[in-house]
């Protein structure tokens, strides 16, 4: 029995989580309820000297919740206030009680301080257990319901028969659980992206949009050059990763692809439904794939040594160990301002790899490299609009973001993402798509755009 009462728990923990919620991040927020029937101050405990810093301004009134943003394994104390006409506490001898908590690694904590002054603290965790007990009493209940007249009596067969329909009963409770978590799930989902679409269309609109900022920064250390690259991390789940990388691309190598793109410029085109490429107004541009002559990378060969320092970044950020044998070529590719028109040179929101959550497949892509080689006056940011990251694109510069969890599991939709239109100047870019899966024997383009190697498509 506690051994299914425990494995209900961890499958509830589970289900209970919010929708792509990790809990790797220290800060925490923190619900606090009073429910004292007086008036109490929330005070911050400094870890060393231990002295009361009011949190509370000044006080939460009896009904009411305070809510805080904090760190894990930081400590607070609730205190009673006196009345306002008695001036006097509720406690024993009219003293002025007070409780502690401190915050722990779980999430959705609810701190409820009670009439009789319990501090009862919640989260998901404790809620999950809760639940499973729940459960499991209810499945007992019927279990042993089951038994009754039989206890004197009982054979293996008959006790089996308890065990099966006792692991039926917790079976379809739990599915009944995830039932409910996956339509909330599917209902933040559709909140999340709607809002990433107002978010699309007023930042690409708004000229003077800022650059959004950094949850946290790191640094890469480029081994050929021998430089630390300073790392603006926009967004950092398992499977969805932003990246804003200083100086990645130098103005000799930006000078080496245009100039080995330029007699190749054509119209940029999209995947269409049938496993091939088209022409589409979503995508206004000029590209040019280039071939980089690895025999020449230990002579400097500059498009050999950019493409280097890709993948090493690449596996750097996600924990890969990608090499280059197979992947697509370098891409060039070219946006011209044409001011407010109806069409202007832009790509419209859209993901480079699958971002529905389903596993990744073999030789797909899963994570992308963007350098910004000339930048516009007016316009040509790259927008996430669902993780709401925009990024303004910054000479020498590069975005990286990565769509694919160690374990296979490909993004949500959080690196959605488009070119806003370019209204004033040229914007001159650099793109690498990486793919996981290849090799000299499988090269990238031994799938179509559906993602089907030719060889397994039949006649």
Known sequence: MKCLTTFLFHALT???????????????????????????????????????????????????????????????????????????????????????????????????????????????????????????????????????????????????????????????????????ANEEVLFQERIRTTMGDHWENYTCADKNMTMTEPKDQTVFFDRKSGKRLSVDVMLDRPASK?????????????????????????????????GGSRLSDNRKAKQAGISVPWGEEAQGHPIAVLSRRVYDYTNFATGQNIEHHGQEDLMSIQYVGRGDVEAPDRYMPHCDGDCKGQPHRDGGRFATMVMYCVVPEIGGATNFKNSAVHVKPEIGTATFFSYMDNDGKTDKGFTEHSGCPVIKGEKKIVTQWVRKGVDKDNRWDSWNTLGIKYDAMGD
């Open 14 to 180: 589970y289900v209970l989580l919010p929708s792509g919620h990790e809990v790797a991040a220290e800060a925490r927020d923190i619900a606090i309820e009073n429910n004292s029937g007086s008036r109490i101050e929330i005070y911050w405990i400094h870890p060393q000297t231990k002295e009361r810093m009011l949190q509370s301004s000044p006080y939460v009134y009896n009904g009411a919740i305070f809510n805080l943003n904090s760190y894990v394994t930081h400590a607070f104390e609730a205190r009673e206030m006196p009345g306002q006409k008695t001036g006097l506490c509720k406690g024993q001898g009219n003293a002025c009680r007070s409780g502690y908590f401190t915050v722990n690694e779980h999430v959705d904590q609810v701190i409820i301080v009670s009439s009789d002054w319990e501090i009862d603290h919640t989260d998901n965790v404790s809620i999950a257990r809760d639940v499973a007990a729940d459960l499991m009493s209810d499945c007992e209940r019927i279990a042993k319901k089951s038994l009754t007249g039989k206890t004197k009596n009982i054979t293996t067969k008959t006790a089996m028969q308890v065990i099966e329909s006792l692991v039926e009963c917790a079976e379809g409770k739990v599915a009944k659980e995830i039932d409910v």
């Open 242 to 274: 932003i990246h804003v990388i200083r100086n990645f691309i130098t103005k000799a190598e930006c000078d080496a692809m245009e100039k080995a793109a330029q007699p190749r410029l054509h119209a940029a085109t999209v995947a269409d439904d049938k």
